[in-house]
Structure formats: structure tokens, C-alpha cells
Nanobody, 124 residues
């Protein structure tokens, strides 16, 4: 079992920044692939960013490339999503996910555990 707890969401103006955190417990964090997904009202949950357990593979959705950065601190069992130059279309509930296969996939079905989500609202 893996428990994931996200934090860091909130309300920010367009052009601003936020950093989301996701802390894992219950399993060796360093072997988990970690991903971030988001879900806007009325839309399906979509991929944002992911990082493999080795850190050798990092993927981003085209819509966030150059603006968002995923990183991880294995000593703190935490993965981060630094979000810069935020746009109103980034408004969504952001979810952290863990892949016990360690890959950091872009595919939702690859993830075994999910956090409860944190709301990010970007005002224009």
C-alpha cells in the first residue's frame, strides 16, 4: 500500500507560480515512478508530468512544457510540481500518482495509487 498526500494548491493570478508537493508513505519511495495528473470540471483526468524512479525519464504534457517542472526528493519521500507562468486553463484539481513499476508513465492506467487531489485555481 502507498498513501499519497498532496499540498500546495490554491488561488493564483495568471502569470503566477505555485509549487505542489506530494508526500508518499507505506512503500519504498525511491522505487516508485511518480506522476501528476489534473482534472478540470467536466473533463477527463489528463497527464501533466511524470518522473521515473531513477530520474532518468521525465515526461511532460505539451501544454505545460517549459512552464512546469517535476522533481523528487527521495530522502523526503516527496515529489514536487513547480508551476510557473500559470494560465487560467491550468485551473483543475491536481492529483499525484504512484507507479509501482517505477516507469513514470504518461498513461493513467499505469498508476496504482492516487492522492486525494489539490485544487489549483488561476484567475485571469
Amino acid at each position: 500500500q502507498v498513501q499519497l498526500v498532496e499540498s500546495g494548491g490554491g488561488l493564483v493570478q495568471a502569470g503566477g507560480s505555485l509549487r505542489l508537493s506530494c508526500t508518499a508513505s507505506g512503500r519504498t519511495f525511491s522505487r516508485l515512478g511518480m506522476g501528476w495528473f489534473r482534472q478540470a470540471p467536466g473533463k477527463e483526468r489528463s497527464f501533466v508530468a511524470a518522473r521515473s524512479w531513477t530520474g532518468g525519464s521525465t515526461n511532460y504534457a505539451d501544454s505545460v512544457k517549459g512552464r512546469f517542472t517535476i522533481s523528487r526528493d527521495n530522502a523526503k519521500n516527496t515529489v514536487y510540481l513547480q508551476m510557473n507562468s500559470l494560465k487560467p486553463e491550468d485551473t483543475a484539481v491536481y492529483y499525484c500518482a504512484a507507479d509501482t513499476g517505477g516507469r513514470g508513465s504518461m498513461t493513467r492506467m499505469a498508476y496504482d495509487y492516487w492522492g486525494q487531489g489539490t485544487q489549483v485555481t488561476v484567475s485571469s
